[in-house]
């Protein structure tokens, strides 16, 4: 089974409107750190937004935002006033064990999100 | 944030030859890196993990032999693909955890883009 599932191959949004990104987990640990990167065209991978299974509250990083609804296992990631700069792929991943360093902490990462911003 | 250089960022190399890449953490120190491959328009893949002063720790279907990992610094560690092939070319980001950090944050190269002719 997949770890990290986004079902959205790709989107489209309009600029300055809102955009959610799917992401669902699956995982048994207790302790997991959800993250959401963001791939433009030159390949770098930027660091978006970071939720920990123990935060009670929904990250939130500028524009960006993450809804997470634990008992859904689910991360999405909402755009706020979307950008042309938006444009790229993203990802969202998983590190298992995140507090107790249960493993040697590299991440999972779900096969991605093209998202297209209209002018 | 922390920054993680690669160099070189793409090479062109001949079939048969090897290929060095260098990932370094700059301004923190980096016990574990990560070396992932992505092939266009996929996800990354996990290649190995990279331990300062130890032995990498490679996933299922990587062979150790073809790609080799040097950690030789809290700051450096190196990917070498030996005897390189078509089929080796791919873009290689290489990552480092900056455990200082408050939440364990995994930063990333900016990748390297192989292509074997």
């Known amino acids: 089974a997949q770890k990290i599932t986004q079902t959205q191959p790709g989107m489209f949004v309009q600029e300055k409107e809102a955009v959610t990104l799917d992401c669902t987990y699956d995982?048994?640990?207790?302790?997991?750190?959800l993250f959401w990167y963001k791939q433009p065209s030159s390949g770098e991978m930027i660091f978006l937004i970071y939720q920990g299974s123990y935060d009670e509250q929904n990250a939130t990083e500028g524009r960006y935002s993450l809804n997470f609804q634990k008992a859904r296992k689910s991360a999405n990631l909402v755009i706020s006033a979307s950008q042309l700069g938006d444009s790229a792929m993203y990802f969202c991943a998983m590190r298992e064990g995140q507090r107790y360093g249960g493993s040697q902490g590299n991440l999972i990462f779900g096969k991605g999100t093209k998202l297209s911003v209209k002018p | 944030g922390a920054v993680v250089s690669q160099h070189p960022s793409r090479v062109i190399c001949k079939s048969g030859t090897s290929v060095k890449i260098e990932c370094r953490s700059l301004d923190f120190q980096a016990t574990t890196m990560f070396w992932y491959r992505q092939f266009p328009k996929k996800s990354l893949m996990l290649m190995a993990t990279s331990n300062e002063g130890s032995k990498a720790t490679y996933e299922q279907g990587v062979e150790k032999d073809k790609f080799l990992i040097n950690h030789a610094s809290l700051t450096l560690s190196t990917l070498t693909v030996t005897s390189a092939h078509p089929e080796d070319s791919s873009f290689y980001i290489c990552?480092?955890?900056?455990?200082?950090?408050?939440?364990?944050?995994?930063?990333f190269g900016p990748g390297t883009r192989l292509t074997v002719l």
């Open positions: 995982t048994s640990d207790q302790s997991y750190g």
């Open positions: 990552s480092a955890r900056d455990l200082a950090g408050v939440i364990n944050e995994q930063f």
